[in-house]
Nanobody, 120 residues
C-alpha cells in the first residue's frame, strides 16, 4: 500500500504565490504519472497539471503560464508552484499518482487534499 500526503495550502491574496508538495510513501517500487487536481465548491474535480516519470508535463488552459508542476523521483514527491493566483483558483487541491507497489501491483492513489484560498 502507498499513501499520498499533501502540504503547502493556505490563504493568500490575489497575485500571490503558493507551493504545494505531495509526498508518496509506503511499499513503492515505482511511480508513473503524478498529477494535481482541484475541486471548488459546487464544481467537479478537474485536472490542473500532470507530469510523467520522464518529466513530460500537461496543464489545464486556465493555469498555463502561472503554475508549474515538477517532481523529485528520488524523494517520490511532486510539487505545484502556483504564481499570480486568482480568486477562481480557490479550491481543495488533490494529489494523484499511479504507483507500482513493491509487490508489482498497480494502483491509482489520491491524497486527502489541501485547501487553497485566494482572497480578492
Amino acid at each position: 500500500q502507498a499513501q499520498l500526503v499533501e502540504s503547502g495550502g493556505g490563504l493568500v491574496q490575489a497575485g500571490g504565490s503558493l507551493r504545494l508538495s505531495c509526498a508518496a510513501s509506503g511499499s513503492i517500487f515505482s511511480i508513473n504519472a503524478m498529477a494535481w487536481y482541484r475541486q471548488a465548491p459546487g464544481k467537479q474535480r478537474e485536472l490542473v497539471a500532470s507530469i510523467t516519470s520522464g518529466g513530460t508535463t500537461n496543464y489545464a488552459d486556465s493555469v498555463k503560464g502561472r503554475f508549474t508542476i515538477s517532481r523529485d523521483n528520488a524523494q517520490n514527491t511532486v510539487y505545484l508552484q502556483m504564481n499570480t493566483l486568482k480568486p477562481e483558483d480557490t479550491a481543495v487541491y488533490y494529489c494523484n499518482a499511479e504507483i507500482v507497489a513493491s509487490t508489482r501491483s498497480w494502483g491509482n492513489y489520491w491524497g486527502r487534499g489541501t485547501q487553497v484560498t485566494v482572497s480578492s
